[in-house]
DNA sequence: TTAAAGCGTATTATTATATGATACTTTGTA
DNA sequence: TACAAAGTATCATATAATAATACGCTTTAA
């Protein structure tokens, strides 16, 4: 029924290109845990019949976003995929001013710092900047993570207006991801107006165990939250006295350096 | 003319879509340079007609991937361009297998670190932990740089055949990008048969001036490089005996640590 | 050793879908 | 205030994407 709908919107505007939609839902089909694919798994992950699958992939083959494997006849991104990251990393005013406060305060304090950007219920990292060894994906730039377990989004949803917060907290996922995973709403709620009354936010063993992310907010002109700075430290090595005492501040004091074009 | 059997070969290849290649070719179309583009830029710059333009741009933007500024009406890319990204890092196993170590190593040696993959006659870096402050350019991932002005390229071409390094080496592209960059052909056959006898590349003031590039290669099953380790220091801080002495031997150990799968 | 199933590849007729010309609207500048 | 340039909307047309079908190869089970 949604799709017939759909369908319906798409071939009433002449100005969709459903196959170049298409093209890129192939793209997408690559993730953290879909990192190779065949014909068919495309095809299904995809919703595609078989031709369709093919024709796709095989177009990303020979423009050379997809790389093929010649003995399994499987798929994988190519480094085309990186280059339109660079391209975005020049296009985005937030990374450009950050970046270089960030590698300081990175060698100061010799502990992982990132930036991150609001996406939806989600955030995406922009920038990592790895010191200590940790899980893969917590190197990863572009990943995404579910705002409300991260100390970053947890700071954007604080400085929503009344409306908008209530709605995050209602409905926005909060999935299981460590088994000391905040996931109740009303939990989650105090987190965040004390994060609205810090000033920055905290994510205690949300994501990572034993991990404490902090998190300052970077405004745009309009006064909303448009990206974060944030730090990731060793609960182990850093109480949270520390923590509030010695990296709080500080990344208040760069997230407020940060001043957003229009 | 090439315009020609280009579109006559896409015509008989019904496996190919058109379509998907265009909408490729205007996500590509942003760049360092090209960071925000209107209609007619992007127009011009894909070789389309204003209403192509038109289609394209607006099927990107409603899928999420290009964001539309609502008072100037340009384009920039959006944070979908980083998430695949984080698709293809994922994917690759030299980044998975490197990551860890080269994070110890720039704890160590305390300079920037990378990671870089071939990409034709350029390399594109996979990953940059960045210590010390330098350009922004030097902090990209997905950033291409031309393989004979880099200490990877030129390590990467010394372990060619005969006949490809000499192709490299007569016909790769070799821009001036600072004023000590060689572009002499000759003078760079010496560099890379030093780097062949040595193991490892080294490039002197060829990007960025007063910096040093050396750079170990990680070899495929089949005995190509495959990707390189890399790192960059000042030469002000660094003189090339203590590259030679403390850097290159952990370089190569680190290269050689590094096994990739088929 | 053979059969069967599953996957990737190739070819085709069909028409849905992308196309590009044109006209309209807005924005910015002389 | 008027003009030019850029962005937006509409539409008839045929190109170019489609999905069905058939083929061949590899892997697994019988």
């Not at 790389?67 to 480094?79: I, M, N």
């Not at 280059?83 to 992982?112: C, H, N, T």
């Not at 709605?167 to 107006?193: F, G, H, Q, S, Y």
């Amino acid at each position: 029924m949604g799709k017939v709908s759909e369908k319906k919107r798409e071939k009433q505007d002449t100005l969709f290109v459903g196959s170049l939609e298409k093209g890129l839902r192939v793209m997408s089909a690559f993730s953290a845990h879909r990192t190779e694919l065949g014909l068919m798994e495309i095809a299904e992950i995809t919703g595609m019949d078989k031709s369709a699958a093919q024709r796709f992939t095989n177009t990303l083959h020979r423009t050379g976003y997809l790389e093929k494997d010649a003995e399994t006849r499987r798929f994988r991104p190519s480094l085309r995929f990186l280059e339109l990251a660079a391209a975005y990393l020049w296009s985005d005013p937030f990374v450009q001013l950050a970046m270089p406060k960030l590698i300081e305060f990175s060698r100061s304090i010799g502990e992982r710092v990132n930036a991150a950007r609001p996406a939806g219920s989600d955030i995406i990292y922009v920038i990592r900047i790895p010191t200590q060894l940790t899980s893969f994906s917590a190197m990863l730039i572009g990943k995404r993570v579910q705002a409300l377990s991260s100390s970053s989004g947890r700071i954007i949803v604080a400085h929503f207006d009344e409306e908008r917060r209530r709605d995050a907290l209602a409905n926005w996922p909060i999935d299981r991801v460590t088994p000391k995973t905040v996931t109740d709403r009303a939990l989650l709620a105090k987190e965040v107006e004390e994060a609205a009354a810090r000033g920055y936010g905290i994510a205690v063993d949300q994501n990572i165990i034993n991990e404490i992310g902090i998190s300052a907010p970077v405004f745009n002109q309009a006064g909303e939250v448009a990206g974060t700075v944030q730090c990731s430290v060793s609960h182990l090595k850093w109480p949270l006295e520390r923590v509030h005492a010695e990296i709080a501040p500080r990344l208040m004091e760069i997230a407020n350096s940060i001043i957003l074009p229009r």
